[in-house]
């Protein structure tokens, strides 16, 4: 079971997901009901941030003093990740922070939602050890994506 803690650092997130708790609660049914997650305990946190919190935290983590539309930092290694999941019932993975902003800017007219679920999504499978660092991993770490963001998009919240 993926169990999501959820805190909500600018105010605006709330003016487009009201619950966000609840409403990633809900998307996460499909990953739950995965093999890969079988009898597991899996949990992560995401920081739903603005433009401020999540430049500084760019900056510092990672040296690049600008804003973003999302972070992620694994608590494993990746060669670790799989081992992990494979032998322990009880993991981890890490924290993902989104730019609220990011996403709006991005977004067309009435779908915040679905970017939000695109790069929530992404930031998982950071966590889980996806990269994008060549074409094949890219193309493997897309395609699961999307299948994730098609599940999700069946769940009604």
């Known amino acids: 079971m993926i169990k999501i803690d959820v805190f909500v650092k600018d105010k605006n997130w709330k003016k487009y997901i009201s619950n966000p708790a609840k409403y990633l609660k809900d998307k996460v049914k499909f990953i739950n009901s995965s093999i890969l997650f079988n009898k597991k305990y899996i949990n992560f946190s995401i920081l739903l941030a603005g433009n401020k919190e999540i430049k500084m935290l760019n900056n510092k983590f990672r040296k690049k003093n600008k804003t973003t539309n999302i972070l992620s930092f694994p608590f494993y290694k990746r060669n670790e990740i799989k081992k992990k999941i494979k032998n322990e019932d009880?993991?981890?993975?890490?924290?993902?922070?989104?730019?609220f902003y990011k996403i709006k800017k991005k977004a067309r007219k009435n779908e915040f939602e679905k970017e939000f679920n695109k790069l929530w999504i992404h930031g998982l499978l950071h966590l889980l050890g996806y990269q994008h660092d060549t074409n094949?991993?890219?193309?493997k770490m897309r395609k699961l994506e999307n299948r994730i963001f098609k599940q999700t998009e069946k769940t009604k919240c």
């Not at 009880?90 to 730019?99: K, T």
């Not at 094949?136 to 193309?139: A, D, L």
């Open 90 to 99: 009880r993991i981890y993975l890490g924290d993902i922070i989104l730019n």
């Open 136 to 139: 094949k991993n890219f193309y």
